[in-house]
């Protein structure tokens, strides 16, 4: 019998969860208040001190928040989402939190971000599902929020909401040309090779000698070492077969990596420029121009930028030893970082039906420190290619008009992760501060964003009387032909995943296609 259709409203006689704890075993974060059976009567004198000051005809306001299940959900499961979660569960020892995810599998960038030669980096995993694993913690996939359900419905739904839900949109170049076949943003070709549903038919012609990366990030460096790295080097990661079996083929022999500024302003980290130096097969391309009176200039930075710097001068500057000089003699492949280019134009192909060189204004610096800025000098150069990946940047989009979104910015505008103007509505990660830093700078952020929630919970700010949290939501979904995808579905899809990598020796083949993984749920 389908569901039946309704919409809850708050009100105070919904059932709890679960019953309340005893007074000596209830916790909020490090209080230890009402550990102590000599505190419980002041306790019980200050709770009903509070309440006391409620006015008639005020919202009530959650005081009891140790007795109280507070019902949490976080739109979002990548890292920014569990981390949340899991500050949550952990300094809160009855709040309950619902994982709301629009892919049908969990993870996010973890999973589609993270390059296949990087798997130490997706050990993290192993602390997400411990948090999934939590009687207190569900996982909702498939559920796509301001389609499916709308924020407001959750708000509704439940005391708090925390939007985490990533940038999952890329920067466009905005110049001519841009809409050209041979044209791809770095984010869909990372999502390609790393088996992101909706970039599972890219088909990247890789049929050409050079390739453009512009930008000079991690993910630039991440997309250039993919199209250099042997296949061999490759086969025994989670790399989808379609993309290993492109790569095979692929007579990409040249990658430059393209910047508007200089060696000091480059964004990608020393791990990532190791491993383009030390990668089999390839040799750098380097002009030492570029580099002239760094040395003293690298003095005063801080220590990261002055070590990225100096293996940068060494690479470029040093002469490299007998082995690695016959290393990179006999490297077939090879990379180069082109400095103070800025892309103007996308040149066509004679029959103007695909992309075949990009137009780039020689630039200059002006300003100093993190005033930095390139500016045009008038000159312009072409470089031919058949390959351009944008990587300049990724930005989020806004997911539901009740929340408040900076499209200059691309962020939800926020105080410390509070949602300006939306009382119980929050925000962690990347919508919340923007595309930069790396997964520990995302989990110190989401520990902030769960912090102030809990606080604003502790001070009666958020509403008051139990709320039905996932139940509410269930029966919206149901009633909208919607199925979500629970944790247990995913193991079911991880255990098929392993066995499908098993006879190729990878750790996984990932499964691509919705539909697909719907059927195998029996859906």
Same mark, same amino acid.
């Given at each position: ?27 909020? *974060?490090?209080? @230890? ?47 920014? #989402?569990?981390?949340? /979660? ?11 939190? +619902?994982?709301?995810? $629009? ?5 996010? %960038? ?24 939590? +009687? =207190? ?33 890329? !920067? ?32 990247? @012609?890789?049929?050409? @000698? ?48 393209? #910047? ?47 070590? %990225? ?9 040093? $002469? ?33 039906? !695909? ?18 800025? /390139? &500016? ?31 499209? $200059? ?14 009382? *119980? ?19 110190? +952020? ?11 919970? $502790?001070? #009666? ?5 139990? =709320? ?26 991880? /255990?098929?995943? &392993?066995?499908?990598?098993? #006879? ?20």
């Amino acid at each position: 019998m389908a569901p039946r259709c309704w919409r809850w409203w708050p009100w105070t006689a919904w059932p709890r969860t679960r019953p309340p704890p005893s007074e000596s075993t209830q916790t909020f *974060g490090n209080s @230890d208040e009402v550990r102590d059976p000599a505190n419980a009567k002041a306790l019980r004198k200050k709770r009903r001190s509070a309440q006391m000051r409620v006015k008639p005809g005020k919202p009530r306001f959650l005081l009891d928040t140790e007795e109280q299940t507070p019902q949490i959900c976080v739109v979002g499961s990548g890292p920014a #989402g569990f981390y949340t /979660a899991q500050h949550l569960l952990k300094h809160h020892s009855r709040a309950h939190v +619902d994982i709301y995810e $629009k892919q049908l599998v969990p993870f996010g %960038l973890v999973r589609f971000g993270v390059a296949p030669d990087h798997p130490e980096v997706k050990n993290v995993i192993n602390t997400f599902t411990r948090t999934a694993h939590s +009687d =207190r913690c569900a996982f909702h996939g498939n559920v796509v929020v301001g389609r499916d359900v709308t924020v407001q419905e959750l708000r509704d739904a439940y005391h708090a909401v925390v939007l985490s839900y990533g940038a999952e949109d890329h !920067r466009g170049l905005e110049i001519p040309g841009e809409e050209l076949p041979g044209v791809l943003s770095a984010r869909a070709f990372v999502g390609w090779y790393n088996g992101l549903p909706e970039n599972r038919k890219l088909a990247p @012609d890789l049929s050409c @000698d050079t390739a453009v990366v512009l930008g000079q990030g991690n993910v630039a460096l991440d997309v250039a070492r993919i199209l250099l790295t042997p296949p061999e080097y490759l086969e025994k990661t989670d790399i989808t077969e379609a993309a290993l079996g492109a790569l095979r083929q692929s007579q990409v022999k040249t990658v430059w990596i393209v #910047g508007r500024r200089g060696p000091l302003q480059v964004a990608f980290t020393i791990k990532e420029l190791r491993e383009m130096i030390q990668l089999p097969g390839t040799r750098p391309i380097l002009d030492p121009a570029d580099f002239l009176g760094l040395q003293d200039r690298i003095k005063e930075v801080p220590r990261p930028r002055k070590r %990225l710097t100096e293996l940068l001068l060494q690479a470029a500057t040093e $002469k490299p030893g007998v082995a690695e000089a016959a290393r990179r003699a006999s490297a077939s492949r090879a990379w180069g970082l082109r400095f103070f280019r800025s892309p103007q134009q996308v040149l066509p192909s004679p029959d103007g039906r !695909r992309a075949a060189g990009i137009r780039l204004a020689v630039t200059r610096l002006e300003g100093v420190g993190e005033a930095t800025r /390139a &500016v045009p000098t008038g000159a312009v150069e072409d470089l031919p290619c058949g390959l351009v990946l944008s990587s300049i940047g990724y930005k989020s989009r806004p997911i539901d008009p009740s929340v408040p979104f900076d499209p $200059k910015l691309g962020v939800i505008p926020n105080m410390e992760g509070r949602v300006v103007d939306v009382p *119980g509505l929050y925000c962690s990660g990347w919508v919340k501060r923007g595309p930069t830093g790396v997964i520990t700078t995302t989990m110190t +952020d989401s520990f902030v964003t769960g912090q102030i929630l809990l606080q604003d919970l $502790k001070a #009666g700010l958020l509403p008051s009387g139990p =709320r039905p949290g996932y139940a509410a939501i269930k029966a919206l979904l149901g009633c909208r032909g919607v199925w979500p995808v629970s944790f247990s579905d995913w193991e079911k899809l991880d /255990a098929e995943e &392993v066995s499908r990598g098993q #006879g190729a020796g990878k750790p996984r083949e990932k499964l691509l296609d919705p539909q697909e993984m719907l059927r195998l749920l029996g859906r």
